[in-house]
């Protein structure tokens, strides 16, 4: 399979906070934000495999910004790493300052998506990913381990099998 780049799963969701969608504080609902997180992390997941893809975990989120009723919320998600069926989406949140135009990021996430085959719904390979710019690659690197977190919480995988991320708190 040919090897596609984090810039041709670039998924840009642009949409703006309704007042149904809020908490009584009057900020973006955690699970409305996640929704749309979702949304745009399984179109990338979707272009890179070019197939069915479902989510299988949320590794990672945090809100670390409240986003204010009217706020104009972009979310920007591309695969970051491709595994052999399973791909790692990071997700980008912005808000947009509407006077000043300026952007502030508020928020990020990172998804696993497994690409299913239409007809047997089993996992299917995808094509793998060549980051190109540093923050590319840096996140690139860093999804073996948390791949490996993942699947240690998830109960599939032993804790003494996840190398990489032994690595991490042990130093080699
Ligand atoms: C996701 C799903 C297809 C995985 O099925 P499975 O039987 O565990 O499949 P496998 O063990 O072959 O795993 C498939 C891939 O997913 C990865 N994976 C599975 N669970 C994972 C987890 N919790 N975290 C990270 N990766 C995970 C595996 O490592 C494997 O990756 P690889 O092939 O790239 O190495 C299956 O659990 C499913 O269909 N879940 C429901 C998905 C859904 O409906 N989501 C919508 C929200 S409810």
């Known amino acids: 399979m040919t090897a596609k780049k984090p810039s041709d799963s670039l998924t840009v969701m642009t949409d703006i906070v309704l007042p149904g969608e809020t908490n009584i504080l009057k900020n973006l609902f955690g699970g409305e934000l996640l929704a749309r997180m979702d949304r745009a992390a399984s179109i990338a997941a979707g272009r890179h495999s070019g197939g069915i893809t479902v ?5 990672h989120v945090a809100f670390t910004q409240a986003v204010p009723l009217g706020s104009v919320v972009t979310v920007e998600a591309a695969v970051s790493r491709a595994f052999s069926t399973s791909m790692e989406v990071f997700i980008d949140v912005w808000i947009e300052n509407r006077f000043t135009g300026k952007r502030s990021k508020a928020n990020e996430g990172i998804y696993t998506f497994v690409a299913l085959n239409e007809a047997t719904g089993k996992p299917t390979p995808v094509p793998p990913l060549e980051p190109e710019t540093e923050l590319e690659k840096e996140r690139f690197a860093a999804a ?15 804790p003494n099998e996840a190398t990489e991320l032994k690595a991490l708190f042990m130093g080699d």
């Open 144 to 158: 073996l381990r948390r791949k490996q977190l993942s699947l240690v919480l998830a109960g599939k995988m032993k």
């Open 55 to 59: 989510t299988a975990s949320v590794n």
